[in-house]
Structures are given as structure tokens and as C-alpha cells.
């Protein structure tokens, strides 16, 4: 069946401008991460949703950062005002279920001039 | 809270060979233990986990222990082979079932 899919897969934006990351989780995956990897880093954790509960955001840098999670499906990670240092690799995750093995996305490249 | 340190960061090992990759945890009630193997350019992807009612776990090739008395679990690689090089990360669920992740192992396979 079809996987986590992320759009854009490339995103170039200059510095200040806003950006939307999409992720479409797989069906009836009730839980949703997205992370942020730096060229040859780990994954830093940014946000959890998980059902209807309230969303585990203890993961966001900074106010500038955002997500929503519409009708427990698909997600947005908003990025207001970037800065050179928000350039990475978005992933998004899904699982079934808290516990469960996570399924990633192919990520979005968000490169900040 | 969870910490999970993993070693180590490189590992360069001869084809054919076999590599191991270790993890410490902090919290004891940690109950589930991923391992996810990542192509450069890709995305993770799970190549085994563990839950911690067991201690070892086979698929083919690769193998996970955990021992909770100590608080570690490793990966192990044997018979390697040059499609094996990636940079593996390890991973503990805590008491709310989120994941903590490791630094990750970048490992080189020799031909």
C-alpha cells in the first residue's frame, strides 16, 4: 500500500519568507511525528500527535515553529520567518499505534538562502 | 527522562566481517527497542526491534540482544556486505511510548 508521503520534496526559500511542509501519514495510522535531520546528524524530534490528545510539541525550537494535524490525518509543519539554520531535512512519521514501528517519509529538503 | 547513547559513531569493518553496534538507556521501564538503518540520501527504515519481555531476536543476517539489567541493547551485523553501509540508529521507547533516539552509527563496509 502507499507509504507516508511528503511534499515538497525540495523546498529553496529565502531567509524571512514563510514555508508549509505537508505530510500525508499512512491510512489509519493514528500516530504522526516530524523530525528535523541536519546534514549528516540524528533525528531532532519536533512534535507528536497522537489521535484527538493534545499534540506532545516539547520537540519545537522555537515559536516560530508550528504544526496542525487536520481530522487525524494529514499534517502541516509551518516554519514562519526562517533563518539559514532551519535548512535540514523534515521527516514525518506514522505508526499504527504508540509502540508500534515507525514508517518514515522520504523528507522535504528545506534549503534557506 | 529517557537518554539513549549509542557507539559507536563509526565503525569500519572488512567485508564479510562481523559489526556491532551498541546502546545504553537510562530508563528502566523502557519497554520497546528499534533499530533503523538509513542509506544516505534515504530514509530510515526499521530492519528489527525488540520488546523487553525478550532477550535476543534473529532475522537472517542481522540480530538484536537486550540485556535490562545492564540497560543496553546492540545490533549485530554478521557476514557483512558492501549494500550494509549506512548509518544506523537505535532507539528506546519511554514510559509515554516516544521514542529517544541514538546519535546513529556510520558504518563502512571494506571490500
Known amino acids: 500500500g502507499a507509504g507516508v508521503s511528503q511534499s515538497p520534496s525540495n523546498k529553496v526559500t529565502e531567509k524571512g519568507k514563510d514555508v508549509e511542509l505537508r505530510c500525508d501519514p499512512i491510512?489509519?495510522?493514528?500516530?504522526l511525528y516530524w523530525y528535523r535531520q541536519s546534514l549528516g546528524q540524528g533525528l531532532e524530534f519536533l512534535i507528536y500527535?497522537?489521535?484527538?490528545?493534545?499534540?506532545?510539541k516539547s520537540g519545537l525550537p522555537s515559536d516560530r515553529f508550528s504544526a496542525e494535524r487536520t481530522g487525524g490525518s494529514v499534517s502541516t509543519l509551518t516554519i514562519q520567518r526562517t533563518q539559514q539554520e532551519d535548512s535540514a531535512v523534515y521527516l514525518c512519521?506514522?505508526?499504527?499505534?504508540?509502540?508500534?514501528?515507525?514508517?518514515f517519509g522520504n523528507g522535504t529538503r528545506l534549503t534557506v538562502t | 527522562g529517557e537518554n539513549v547513547e549509542q557507539h559507536p559513531s563509526t565503525l569500519s569493518v572488512q567485508e564479510g566481517d562481523s559489526a556491532v553496534i551498541k546502546c545504553t538507556y537510562s530508563?528502566?521501564?523502557?519497554?520497546?527497542f528499534p533499530w533503523y538503518k538509513q542509506e544516505l540520501g534515504k530514509r530510515p527504515q526499521l530492519i528489527i526491534d525488540?520488546?523487553?519481555n525478550v532477550g535476543e531476536k534473529k532475522d537472517q543476517r542481522i540480530a538484536v540482544t537486550l540485556n535490562k539489567t545492564a540497560k543496553h541493547f546492540s545490533l549485530h551485523i554478521t557476514e557483512t556486505q558492501p549494500e550494509d553501509s549506512a548509518v544506523y540508529f537505535c532507539?528506546?521507547?519511554?514510559?509515554?511510548?516516544?521514542?529517544?533516539w541514538g546519535a546513529g552509527t556510520k558504518l563502512i563496509i571494506k571490500p
Open positions: 530508563d528502566s521501564a523502557s519497554n520497546y
Open positions: 500527535f497522537q489521535g484527538n490528545s493534545a499534540p506532545d
Open positions: 512519521a506514522s505508526s499504527p499505534r504508540v509502540g508500534s514501528p515507525l514508517h
Open positions: 525488540i520488546r523487553s
Open positions: 491510512s489509519g495510522h493514528t500516530a
Open positions: 532507539a528506546a521507547a519511554d514510559s509515554n511510548y516516544q521514542l529517544i
